[in-house]
């Protein structure tokens, strides 16, 4: 079982910036991709970035150029650095580690952390 934490959302205003952090209970080298994940209300929950083990990363189209997703192996943890931010990025920001299974692949969450672009 994989548990994930987040922390780092908060209130910012337009064109601000912040940092989520995502620190994994289990070795995240080991994981087939760390990724975050955002739902806005009403919305379903969308796929903002990830990172597959061999570097491979993936960016929503919203958001490329402005935010960058990065793992640090050596402390299990995965970030998520936005910049120039807006109104539309307000969400609640998951992030997601995906195992590889014999089956396929399994999922994992975390608590999620709020994100407000607002002046």
């Known amino acids: 079982q994989v548990q994930l934490v987040e922390s780092g959302g908060g209130l910012v205003q337009p064109g601000g910036s912040l940092r989520l952090s995502c620190v994994a209970s289990?070795?995240?080298?080991?994981?087939?991709?760390m990724g975050w994940y955002r739902q806005a209300p009403g919305k379903q929950r969308e796929l903002v970035a990830q990172?597959?083990?061999?570097?491979?990363?993936n960016y929503a189209d919203s958001v490329k150029g402005r935010f960058t997703i990065s793992r640090d192996n050596a402390k299990n943890t995965v970030y998520l650095q936005m910049s120039s931010l807006k109104s539309e990025d307000t969400a609640v920001f998951y992030c997601?580690?995906?195992?590889?299974?014999?089956?396929?692949?399994?999922?994992?969450w975390g608590q999620g952390t709020q994100v407000t672009v607002s002046s």
């Open positions: 997601n580690a995906r195992l590889r299974t014999y089956y396929g692949f399994s999922d994992y």
């Open positions: 990172k597959t083990n061999d570097g491979t990363t």
């Open positions: 289990g070795t995240i080298a080991s994981f087939y991709a």
